[in-house]
């Protein structure tokens, strides 16, 4: 009995060995148009694995690829798309650099002290206290959703102080919006779980 893990490894383990098995007869062949007849046979019993990728573009050139990859590249025959090249499998993406700004309070995020450095060029009026409501608010959610500890207004406004530089506080119109916001919010929740719960009834 001969296992797996001693017989030649497969360049691609997705289409499984009877699939590397045909690639390796059909270098066997010696005439080209049986080479052919064999590598189409191939590509369709390849394809008809995966049936729901059929419609995605460059599919069937994946595929030729792929053969081509199972066959080292030692398969001569007409290739109906040009192949990927035996060397592009050696290379490595270029590396993404990682971002190396400092995030004050991580439980905030970059994105929240992009917005508060947005507010500061906001003249005064109402256009900036309710992005200062909506800016506040978002910070209670995640400074819950981090600490699981209760928080009031005084923290919330120490921090957006801090992250602004002194330049945004909580105002009493502010914190008024605030208010607004967070009993909407708190009628709206109840209709929107009822119209979940009725979706997950309908779908039963």
């Not at 792929?66 to 490595?92: R, S, V, W």
């Not at 256009?127 to 608010?137: F, G, Y």
Request: contains cysteine; positive net charge.
């Amino acid at each position: 009995m001969q296992y797996n893990t001693q017989r030649k490894k497969l360049p691609l383990p997705e289409y499984g060995r009877s699939i590397q098995n045909m690639v390796d007869y059909a270098l066997t062949l010696e005439e080209r148009s049986e080479r052919q007849r064999c590598a189409n046979t191939i590509i369709n019993i390849m394809g008809g694995m995966f049936p729901h990728l059929r419609d995605v573009p460059d599919f069937k050139h994946k595929l030729w690829d792929h053969l081509a990859i199972m066959a080292n590249f030692k398969l001569d025959i007409d290739y109906p798309y040009e192949i990927i090249a035996k060397d592009n499998l050696d290379t490595k993406p270029d590396q993404i650099p990682y971002p190396s700004t400092r995030i004050r309070y991580r439980h905030y995020g970059r994105t929240l002290e992009v917005l508060i450095k947005k507010a500061m060029e906001f003249p005064e009026g109402d256009e900036k206290n309710n992005l200062l409501a909506l800016i506040a608010n978002h910070m209670k959610k995640d400074y819950i959703a981090w600490n699981k500890d209760t928080i009031d207004d005084g923290k919330i406004n120490e921090d957006l102080m801090e992250l602004s530089g002194g330049k945004l506080w909580l105002t009493d119109e502010v914190l008024r919006l605030m208010e607004v916001r967070q009993t909407m919010q708190n009628r709206r929740q109840p209709q929107q779980n009822q119209q979940r719960s009725n979706q997950r009834r309908y779908h039963k």
